[in-house]
């Protein structure tokens, strides 16, 4: 592991130093017409952040470049499953394969279904899952926190905590569901 992360910094540092000696064409060549659409841009994990077009254009190119060097090293690159993007977050998607977004997903729906006799989960409660397709990534959901009844939505806090290779991802997501509804969603 540390020999491809080694290989990585080397490879970025090589293409650094030699994008500059590039033509101005080379170098910003894919931006006009070239670009990534529909559901290509999916595979571009935690990239829609925003900012100056002058740093997403570097933004994409380095990028671009690091995925491209990340994948000849065999380092895995994930896309949130659409299905699951009610239940679980994309900083915690991009980092599961499919079958493990469904675990984490699953998980979700499992914490937030137990309650108490109101029908509410309850502070504290905990699901946790271990991959079916991956040695060494596990995860968990836990209710954090309930926020006051604003009337028409009951809402609470779920931590997703992910494990993979020893690290740890934790993200919060705030989760609502409407009167009559029986399942909670991810609200922004």
Same mark, same amino acid.
């Given at each position: #592991? ?10 970025? %540092? ?25 559901? +290509? ?12 077009? %002058? ?5 994409? #190119?380095?990028? %671009?470049? @690091? ?55 309850? @502070? ?12 060494? !990534? ?22 997703? @905590? !992910?494990?993979? +290779? ?23």
């Amino acid at each position: #592991m540390a020999s491809r992360a080694s290989r990585l910094a080397l490879a970025l %540092g090589a293409l650094a130093l030699g994008a500059g000696a590039l033509p101005a064409q080379a170098q910003l060549g894919g931006l006009l017409g070239g670009g990534k659409r529909g559901a +290509e841009k999916a595979s571009s994990c935690g990239k829609g952040k925003k900012g100056d077009k %002058g740093r997403g254009i570097i933004g994409g #190119m380095l990028g %671009g470049a @690091v995925d491209d060097l990340a994948r000849s090293a065999g380092l895995p690159s994930f896309v949130p499953v659409p299905a699951f993007s009610d239940q679980i977050t994309e900083s915690i998607a991009c980092k599961l394969d499919p079958e493990e977004q469904k675990q984490a997903a699953e998980a979700t729906l499992e914490v937030t279904r137990t309650g108490t006799e109101t029908g509410q989960p309850e @502070v504290g409660a905990s699901a946790q899952w271990t991959s079916a397709s991956r040695e060494n !990534v596990t995860g968990r959901s836990t209710v954090t926190s309930r926020q006051a009844s604003s009337g028409s939505a009951d809402c609470i806090t779920v931590t997703d @905590v !992910v494990i993979i +290779e020893g690290e740890e991802t934790r993200a919060e997501k705030r989760m609502c569901r409407a009167p009559g509804s029986a399942r909670y969603s991810i609200v922004a």
